[in-house]
């Protein structure tokens, strides 16, 4: 007989499903998981068992209560711990949004893991040297820590955890697919500069990090899209099934969590579509439908999940579209995550010394309220009115910037900003009535 899901499965359903919108399916209160994450250092030979049971004991022992989304550090007075963990940080408590969580309420999840140090890996087509994928072994190193300093407004990140879960509980239960079915496929879509490459690469990162108990290790298999379509085509055939071939490789081994990535998916659609229009040869459209019949087969696998991203939503083939199970929109953020994003810079830059001084910022609820009590020159104020200005804009321009103080790097950052708002209103006035952009840059100039 089949036992009765447990409670904290009730918390998951509840939590889950394809749309965030839909009602729970399950009603009833249960406790809280709270997720902790252990990483160990990379010599160590311990068994994450021996870890686990250690760290639960610690936490148990010595708090009463844990801010979600931050690291704790003391534990290097219990001796194994000390030995053997890099770092410990207390992640999210599954649907229970609490900051902070009473440790009395919840269940512990501790997940121990390793870092890879091995470096992504190219795959080049050998003719002509174009790259065809990039292939990861999760959770690496590289990728480490790109989960946390994500910042969307809703719970996207939630969201596609929960998804997962919840795949994973309904193969557990053996659900009848012909009842509810699963295409194991996830698609971001939204502007460009918004995160949806980052976020699926930090996803796969998590997911191997959370499945460690089920799937010993992970894998990141990024297929890019363009060199399917490139000018080859009766060549892409054989690269689709040669890509393929290694992606069953991988999935053959039980023991991996396999995400496949494949970015920007328009030019998929784009090329079906400019094929049946009779534009491009009759062997595109055997490509893009040999490629959707291979991820067709693909959802029979327990241990695959497929990562899709778009920034031109119109143009994905519907035939996708109707594939996947999540559709998320990734748009520009708020003022509030353009907050978040930019202090996370900002303290990066300290910590690396390229901003000399130490300075402490107000997180947003403090900077909120103190935004009209405080002078312009206090740094988080400063930087409060800068992300009101640069709502529609984004946070990479940052990168290149190499400056000393923080007053420094809050004027440069005010004047890309500006810069930004003047390239936009050029360019909108030159959409509106032709070659005035052209004429305002020479006055300028
Ligand atoms: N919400 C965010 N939080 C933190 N960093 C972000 C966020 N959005 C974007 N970034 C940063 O901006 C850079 C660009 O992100 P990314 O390439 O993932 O965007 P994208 O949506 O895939 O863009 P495109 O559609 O052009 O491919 C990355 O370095 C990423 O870390
Ligand atoms: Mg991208």
């Known amino acids: 007989m089949e036992a009765e899901p447990s409670r904290s499965e009730i918390t998951e359903i509840n939590s889950t499903l394809s749309d965030a919108t839909s009602p729970p399916l399950v009603t009833g209160r249960a406790r809280s998981i709270l997720h902790i994450e252990c990483c160990l250092k990379t010599l160590s030979t311990v068994r994450y068992e021996v870890i686990r049971e250690q760290v639960e004991k610690f936490l148990r022992e010595f708090k009463t209560s844990l801010l979600c989304h931050s690291e ?235 990562l899709t991203t778009s920034n031109i939503t119109e143009a994905i083939d519907i035939a996708f579209i109707d594939r996947a199970d999540i559709k998320q929109y990734i748009g520009l953020p708020s003022q509030q995550a353009i907050y978040g994003i930019l202090s996370s810079c900002i303290r990066e830059l300290m910590r690396v010394k390229i901003i000399v001084e130490e300075e402490f910022l107000l997180d947003w609820r403090a900077v909120e309220l103190y935004q009209h009590t405080n002078s312009i020159d206090d740094p988080s104020i400063r930087l409060y009115a800068i992300c009101g200005k640069c709502q529609a804009t984004y946070a990479q321009f940052l990168k290149s910037w190499a400056t000393t103080t923080l007053k420094d790097f809050l004027k440069a950052l005010e004047h890309a900003v500006d810069n930004e708002i003047i390239g936009r209103k050029l360019t909108l006035e030159n959409q509106g009535e032709g070659g005035t952009c052209k004429m305002l840059i020479n006055e300028r100039n």
């Not at 309904?170 to 659900?175: G, K």
């Not at 089920?214 to 099934?241: A, C, D, M, P, T």
């Not at 009759?282 to 991820?295: G, K, M, P």
């Open 72 to 306: 704790i550090s003391d534990f290097q007075d219990v001796a194994l711990l000390k030995e053997n963990v890099e770092y410990m940080i207390v992640a999210e408590a599954g649907c229970d949004t609490s900051e902070i969580q009473i440790l009395e309420n919840v269940d512990l999840n501790i997940h121990v893991y390793q870092l890879n140090e091995d470096d992504v890996v190219e795959e080049y087509q050998e003719e002509e040297n174009v790259l065809t994928a990039n292939y990861w072994d999760l959770p690496a190193r590289a990728l480490d820590g790109l989960w946390d300093n994500l910042i969307f407004d809703e719970n996207i990140k939630i969201r596609l955890l929960d998804y997962v879960y919840t795949t994973i509980l309904f193969a557990d239960r053996n659900v009848n697919s012909n009842i509810i079915s699963w295409n194991r496929i996830i698609l971001l879509h939204g502007p460009p500069g918004t995160g949806k490459t980052t976020l699926c690469r930090a996803f796969a990162q998590k997911l191997s990090i959370r499945l460690a108990e089920r799937y010993s290790h992970g894998k990141l298999f990024e297929i890019n899209s363009h060199s399917l379509f490139s000018k080859w085509f009766s060549e892409s055939g054989k690269l689709v099934q040669k890509l393929f071939q290694q992606i069953y490789d991988l999935i053959d081994d039980d023991d991996a969590f396999v995400c496949i990535l494949i970015d920007e998916v328009e030019s998929l659609a784009a090329t079906r579509k400019t094929a049946l229009s009779g534009a491009e040869p009759l062997d595109a459209v055997r490509v893009v439908n040999a490629l959707l019949t291979q991820i067709d087969k693909l959802k029979q696998e327990k241990n695959v999940l497929i």
